[in-house]
């Protein structure tokens, strides 16, 4: 399943190899929560941020846009021409590349310049998230690598339920550069953190490698590309103008406290993945994508209750927080020894869906108006059951091997 240089039996031994480390996965969960943030804290300060560049809100949003275009185009190639370094320095490089970009968007006033920043950050996206998740798994003995996967990836839901709320608030109160410099703060904290208790690990030899094409056709692999492409889309077009879409219920002003409340849905979402993973893969699959459609379905036809609004983000997190861990533990699963190459590819299509939600949101509040963001969701999300309903024997089996 795994394709590095090192095997498991490197690991520790014995009733140390029950235990995972924690400190270490900790500081994954931490890198995890600093690019998640960076890449979504300008859905919560959105209407700040266009009025303070001179720009549109559909042109602001689209510094989300920017963001994951920049991992799109570059993680395929960059985990390439990475793959034989040592890991540990690669972490920290795309770190350090983190802060570099939240503190000039923080510090700039010009629209363009603070569309490169994001660019870069994206680019480092890219590194970090082909990276993670494969890192996890190493550190952790094989019946405990979803687990180890799953507190990784507890970052999202922390960088929802918390980081963006906070984020939010701190935007409204002290102006949103404070929050970028925040973030940049954070990542020096954990740079130290990464460096004095994340494990290293050699790279991969050039033999080793599996092209990245060849991994297509590795059964499986297909149909959980295929749904974390369009099921990201979905997430995405709500997601980046969900503020817009609050102020246009009336809701404006409870956009933090409404970010709050799926961020803890998240949570508990990422809590129950965590728990059954390794033998629910396909039921979690399934319940994922049924949650986010209820949500989207009551925010299409009730969304002029506050109270309804508020049911609808629960269930959107409950859906939405385990989505990442479940679908880097398929991709992972299905890859086998083409594990790394399915990851990279895992990472940007999800990108390139990330960009694909912030000009597709951008096109329908400009043509149908935000009322139109959770039937987008709906129709998206048709698909994507059928495929995860249809792949049960590679991609989303009913028992992981």
Do not use: C
Request: overall charge positive; aromatic content about 6%; glycine content about 10%.
């Amino acid at each position: 399943m795994r394709n590095d240089a090192t095997p498991l039996a490197a690991s520790p031994t014995g009733s140390e190899q029950r235990k995972l480390p924690m400190a270490a996965l900790l500081a994954l969960a931490t890198a995890v929560f600093v690019t998640s943030l960076t890449e979504t804290l300008p859905a919560g300060v959105l209407p700040a941020m266009s009025a303070d560049l001179g720009v549109s809100e559909p042109a602001m949003g689209q510094s989300v846009t920017i963001y994951a275009i920049g991992t799109a185009l570059t993680a395929i190639p960059l985990t390439a021409a990475t793959a034989g370094w040592r890991r540990k320095r690669l972490l920290l490089t795309a770190m350090a590349a983190f802060a570099v970009a939240n503190t000039v968007t923080a510090v700039s006033a010009n629209f363009p310049v603070t569309m490169v920043a994001r660019f870069v950050a994206g680019v480092a996206a890219g590194l970090a998230w082909a990276l993670l998740a494969g890192y996890a798994r190493r550190m952790a003995p094989v019946h405990l690598q979803g687990k180890a996967i799953a507190i990784a990836m507890a970052g999202i839901p922390v960088a929802l339920s918390l980081g963006v709320p906070a984020g939010t608030f701190l935007g409204q109160a002290l102006g949103w550069q404070v929050a970028f410099l925040i973030m940049t703060v954070l990542t020096v904290v954990l740079l130290l953190w990464i460096t004095a208790v994340v494990p290293d690990y050699p790279g991969q030899p050039r033999g080793g490698r599996t092209p990245m094409l060849r991994t297509l056709r590795v059964p499986g692999v297909a149909p959980v590309l295929f749904v974390t492409l369009v099921f990201v889309l979905a997430h995405t077009i709500l997601y980046t103008y969900i503020a817009t879409f609050l102020d246009r219920l009336g809701m404006g002003g409870s956009t933090d406290l409404v970010l709050l409340v799926f961020g803890a849905a998240s949570l508990a979402s990422i809590w129950i993945v965590a728990a059954h993973i390794n033998r629910r893969l396909r039921a979690l699959t399934i319940a994922s994508t049924v949650l986010v459609a209820a949500a989207a379905a009551v925010l299409a036809v009730l969304a002029g209750s506050p109270a309804l609004v508020y049911v609808a983000v629960t269930l959107w997190g409950l859906g939405w927080g385990g989505a990442p861990t479940l679908l880097q533990t398929a991709v992972g699963d299905a890859g086998g020894e083409a594990a790394d190459a399915a990851q990279a590819m895992l990472v940007t299509l999800w990108n390139a869906a990330m960009a694909g939600g912030g000009v597709v949101g951008g096109v329908l509040l400009g043509l149908l108006g935000a009322t139109s963001f959770p039937w987008s969701v709906l129709a998206l999300l048709a698909p994507v059951l059928v495929v995860v309903l249809a792949a049960r024997t590679h991609g989303f089996p009913g028992r992981r091997s």
